[in-house]
């Protein structure tokens, strides 16, 4: 690069000042930007991911403008910086000690620019720092900060280094949720900044240029000391102080219109966890009685007697099971399985949080016990790194229906932390005035038989809550316990629509049958629970089944659950007390007795009864896949989805290789030119890349012209590659009488590179990078082939042309002769007259 390209010293001529005020405004935009993440992470820790991104980013603009480098050299060391520093502040679960990078933290940062978007959009924030999440903020505020910070060293294009701030903001509303942070305060900063800075910078190109209008005859122009620039810094200011107090003043009338919603794409994604793809945990209630009555599930700690250990919620009944819904619209009644991180405050803890430690023994299983009414914290911590690491990236929650998920399943010794908020019982006074929620519940299959009994014994009574309390009183009345285990009275499993219907008919069991159906209001928790809510969905009562488990009477704090501990009860929602709960079976003690037998006068004739119905089929152990789902979606929908990301992923990727082999072909055409053949062809190798080198830049040289013509028009352009010196040495080498040494090669090649690097110098930075990746030198040898060809070809139609036309003039000229001498012996022969 020559001294006299302003283009060439551009960092240099800038003064230290200018550009360090230049980089801490572009800086203190970045962090506005980053900002905008809080309430997808939480915390601070993608703050630190954040700041650590932008000064290695800055730090690497510093020394590319430097030291003048291209894409050639930041791009490796850009990647150095991503993979050294990324495990530490991009996937810390992976790294070792949170620190070293490892194999896994490797593995994560080479997959995170595909995977990494997808994971921060399915993830419930806040989404804390497993799965990759944090490479969000780290790729985008690298890439993001080095383009900005490149343009505002190296170019006078400060608007266009200005827009890449504004990019990460926006970026952060793609990625975030409904609710803003500091919007107000935020975007008051950014927009004062902004016009201040980019002010700024116009007026002192306009000074640089002097044709300013502010400009002093007895000051210099950019002091202090000038009246005219002192009153327009002040006014401005001053400008910019009221305008950012008005938009405080006014931000109310600046508010969205109530009820509209704030866009968050990741509202637009698909749950990536279907719940109709599991067995409903109902249908294995009684198999924690007969398998594992006594062998110890899970321990936990910090609970109470008589406290509820959730396992699922199921709020939807097709006649034969009651299952977990879900929704894909998370703000639905059902709610929505979204990926949850571990070790996030999920919401702001109150004064009755409590933490429990829950360690999983004998349970298996997908579904997670937790407790309370309101899920705050899921630690991991205690877990092996590895086992941590699986479960956060497989760890999910339903917010409504307070279900937690492990899809790769639970396995003894794993251990996790619960912060919650603990359940409690509504007042006497609420319950008065309780009104049903108006919720959204999945529809349920209708049994006109259970809606007319439901309709029945509801009434018609003052409140919401006595009307449910009347409904399960009257289903409680006349109902025995039992679990048909042993010496129990028989009891037959399940809650198909058969299994309650029958429980509506009077009551009547045999003795001596244990596998007989019973018919009457007959069973435990599992039937009762089932009745109950198909009885009150029947009538419009939102309702809702819960499986779990009750920690025993008398035991409190750390607590061993076995499976003789199971149970599920009915939760019903209330406007303003949320889900209350409600016990549906009757007391254990209440065994049923055989009816006496009424006299009749007169017997009645025999009618054959219908046959019992059949049993329903053994249940699958909990966490199997079901493959009789009456809603059967598409399989191809999740494939496609993740074929469109992988092939939105696999574009850079085949991009970067596609460049990358142009270079690599450059180098290698290179390196055979340098060694191989005879001192002279090595020398004109060189001056071919000088020639292609030209071309790539789009100054394609003249196949006619020689080498001296070319380094003349070389020269003019950019005099300091000493292009004549070059040209002069290359005719020596290939014409010259005399042998050169090999050495005279290596210091021809040595010269030509120094050429090379000073003509990419003299050019901008992006022509050097589109000439680093341009395949125009490739085509140059055989264009120039093909100019010869033609050139050949043209000059043999024009020899052959010349030819034809020499021919034909001599033709013509030889028979002009002829006629002549024809007429000249006309002429001389006598005439002779007649013969006498």
């Known amino acids: 690069m ?84 990324g495990s530490m502040f991009a996937a810390p679960t992976r790294a070792i000690w949170g620190i070293i990078p490892s194999l896994g933290s490797l593995k994560e940062l080479l997959f995170a ?150 866009y968050a794409q990741r509202d637009q994604m698909t749950p990536p966890f279907d719940p109709r793809e599991y067995v409903s945990p109902l249908t294995q209630f009684r198999g924690y009685l007969k398998d594992q009555r006594e062998e110890e599930l899970f321990t936990i700690s910090g609970v109470t007697s008589g406290e509820h250990v959730r396992l699922a919620t199921m709020d939807k009944y097709d006649l034969h099971v009651y299952e977990v819904a879900g929704s894909q619209e998370k703000n639905t009644a059902s709610g929505a399985f979204l990926r949850t991180a571990g070790g996030v405050n999920l919401h702001d803890p109150s004064e009755q949080q409590r933490t429990s430690t829950v360690t999983i023994g004998a349970y298996t299983g997908v579904w997670l016990p937790t407790l309370g009414a309101r899920t ?61 929620a108006d919720v959204d519940l999945p529809e349920n299959s209708r049994v006109d038989e259970i809606s007319a009994l439901a309709e029945e014994w509801a009434g018609e009574p003052g409140s919401d809550y006595e009307k449910f309390q009347n409904l399960s009183r009257s289903i409680k009345t006349d109902a025995y316990f039992s679990h048909g285990l042993d010496d129990d009275t028989a ?140 809603d059967e979606e598409d399989p191809q929908d999740e494939t496609v989805s993740w074929a469109v990301y992988v092939g939105a992923g696999l574009i850079p990727l085949v991009i970067g290789m596609a460049l990358a082999a142009i270079i690599v072909a450059k180098a290698v055409r290179r390196g055979r030119r340098r060694s191989r053949g005879p001192l002279p062809q090595r020398i004109d190798g060189g001056w071919q890349e000088i020639l292609d080198l030209m071309t790539d830049l789009g100054q394609r040289p003249d196949p006619m012209m020689t080498r001296a013509e070319t380094a003349a028009r070389l020269e003019a352009a950019t005099p300091a590659m000493g292009a004549l010196t070059l040209a002069g040495r290359a005719d020596r080498a290939v014409f010259g009488p005399d042998d050169l040494p090999d050495a005279a090669a290596e210091e021809y090649w040595s010269h030509v590179m120094a050429a090379r690097r000073t003509m990419s110098a003299a050019v901008p930075w992006y022509k050097r990078m589109f000439a680093a990746v341009s395949l125009r030198s490739f085509r140059r040898r055989s264009a120039d082939r093909r100019s010869d060809r033609k050139r050949t070809r043209a000059a043999e139609r024009a020899r052959e042309k010349a030819r034809r036309r020499t021919e034909a003039m001599r033709r013509r000229s030889s028979r002009g002769t002829l006629r002549g001498m024809s007429t000249s012996a006309a002429k001389k022969s006598p005439r002779r007259g007649p013969s006498r």
């Open 491 to 630: 009891s037959l499993s399940g809650h198909g629509v058969s299994r309650l219907l029958a429980m509506l008919e009077e009551p009547s069991f045999d003795e001596e049958q244990a596998d007989a159906q019973p018919l009457g209001r007959i069973g435990d928790e599992e039937q009762f629970a089932a009745l109950t809510a198909v009885m009150a969905r029947s009538i419009d009562i939102p309702a809702r089944v819960v499986m779990g488990f009750e920690v025993p009477e008398g035991e409190e704090g750390t607590v061993s659950i076995t499976g003789g501990d199971v149970t599920a009860w009915v939760e019903v929602a209330f406007d303003g007390l949320g889900w209350v709960r409600f016990d549906p079976a009757p007391d254990e003690d209440d065994e049923p007795t055989q009816p006496e037998p009424k006299e009749v006068e007169k017997p009645l004739p025999q009618v054959a009864q219908p046959p019992p119905p059949p049993a329903e089929p053994p249940s699958p152990p909990p966490g199997a896949m079901s493959d009789d789902t009456d």
């Open 113 to 262: 620019p595909v995977t990494s978007w997808k994971s921060a959009l399915t993830v419930a924030p806040p989404v804390g720092s497993a799965q990759g999440v944090l490479a969000v903020v780290w790729i985008s505020m690298l890439l993001l900060t080095l383009l900005s910070m490149t343009i505002v060293m190296r170019t006078r294009r400060y608007v266009l280094a200005w827009l890449f701030p504004l990019a990460l903001t926006l970026l952060s509303v793609l990625f975030g949720t409904h609710e803003a942070f500091l919007p107000l305060v935020r975007g008051v900063l950014f927009a004062i900044i902004s016009v201040a800075w980019l002010t700024w910078r116009f007026e002192s190109g306009r000074l640089d240029s002097a044709q300013s209008t502010i400009i002093s005859d007895t000051v210099r122009p950019g002091s202090w000391q000038n009246p005219v620039l002192r009153r327009r810094v002040i006014g401005g200011a001053v400008i910019m102080a009221i305008a950012g107090a008005a938009a405080f003043g006014a931000h109310s009338l600046l508010d969205p219109p109530e009820g509209t919603t704030r």
């Open 376 to 436: 705050d914290r899921i630690d991991l911590g205690d877990l092996p790194p590895e086992r941590a690491g699986v479960t956060a990236e497989n760890l999910y929650l339903n917010e409504k229906s307070q279900t937690a998920v492990n899809v790769v399943g639970l396995r003894e010794g794993d251990t996790y932390d619960l912060r919650y908020e603990p359940y409690t019982e509504p007042t006497t006074e609420e319950t008065r005035t309780a009104r049903f």
């Open 2 to 85: 020559t001294a006299t390209d302003p283009r060439a010293t551009y960092f240099a001529s800038v003064s230290t000042p200018r550009r360090a005020t230049d980089i801490v405004v572009l800086a203190a935009l970045f962090v506005l930007g980053l900002l905008g993440f809080q309430h997808v992470y939480g915390g601070v820790q993608y703050i630190l991911t954040g700041i650590m991104a932008l000064a290695l980013a800055t730090l690497i603009a510093l020394i590319g403008a430097r030291w003048r480098w291209g894409p050639l050299r930041i791009t490796p060391l850009l990647l150095v910086v991503y993979f050294l520093f």
